[in-house]
């Protein structure tokens, strides 16, 4: 069983051989060794051994059995004290792959100019206002813009009167409330003639509300 199902692994009791075992051969033999002769983990081992205040011998610690180094294996690869690396003083040298690499002012083969349309995924047309990244706008709002001065606020739509996305010419759209859109949305099912009428009366509205404010701000 495991420690995950809170039902731990007895723990393991020492005998006096292998105590005797550990404390004999433990300063100048390799652990994994002994672990495996007296058939105990080695993390146990280790343990033990720490809490016993057992060390390894410094013969053992300097011997191949080991695995340590003497301070002399790799020596014939090693810098000298005081060696110069060949690139001192060469910051930002240039080696290889200059040919391939993008000249300045280079443009990618999928650049598109600015003034270039597209239509996203959600089937509106976006245009290209400038170089750069993230300079693609809603065409439809743009030619608003561009016919009006400024964007509808962001409490107004700006719907297609046709319905069809792609339509952008100004006489095809319509600026409704966020209200008036969400009533329209609600509406599919009422009659073409009803819905128009709904539409018209919408639009007076807006009139006489426009008219009051300009007579409020006189």
């Known amino acids: 069983m495991t420690k995950s199902k809170n039902i731990l692994a007895p723990r393991h009791k020492w005998t006096e051989l292998e105590l005797n075992t550990l404390t ?3 300063a100048n033999e390799r ?8 058939g105990i983990r080695l993390d146990l081992v280790y343990r033990k051994a720490s809490s016993l205040g057992l060390k390894k011998s410094k013969e053992y610690l300097s011997s191949p059995a080991s695995s340590r180094t003497n301070g002399k294996q790799g020596i014939g690869y090693r810098f000298e004290k005081g060696h110069t690396s060949w690139n001192k003083g060469m910051k930002g040298l240039q080696i ?10 280079s ?16 089937g509106y047309v976006e245009i290209k206002i400038a170089e750069g990244l993230h300079q693609w706008r809603l065409l439809h709002r743009e030619n608003w813009k561009r016919a009006y ?3 509808p606020n962001k409490d ?4 297609f009167k046709d319905g069809n996305r792609q339509n952008c010419e100004v006489e095809n759209l319509e600026l409704v409330t966020r209200a008036e859109l969400a009533l329209r949305n609600m509406i599919t099912s009422i009659p073409p003639e009803v819905r128009k009428v709904m539409q018209l009366r919408g639009a007076i509205t807006r009139q006489i509300n426009k008219r009051i404010r300009n007579e409020q701000q006189q």
Do not use: W
């Open 24 to 26: 004999t051969r433990y």
């Open 149 to 151: 001065g400024q964007y």
């Open 31 to 38: 652990t994994e060794n002994i672990a495996n002769d007296i």
């Open 107 to 122: 443009k990618p083969i999928n650049h598109r100019p600015v003034g270039s349309t597209r239509v996203s995924v959600d």
């Open 156 to 159: 107004m739509a700006l719907i």
């Open 96 to 105: 290889g792959g200059i040919e391939t690499r993008f000249k300045p002012g």
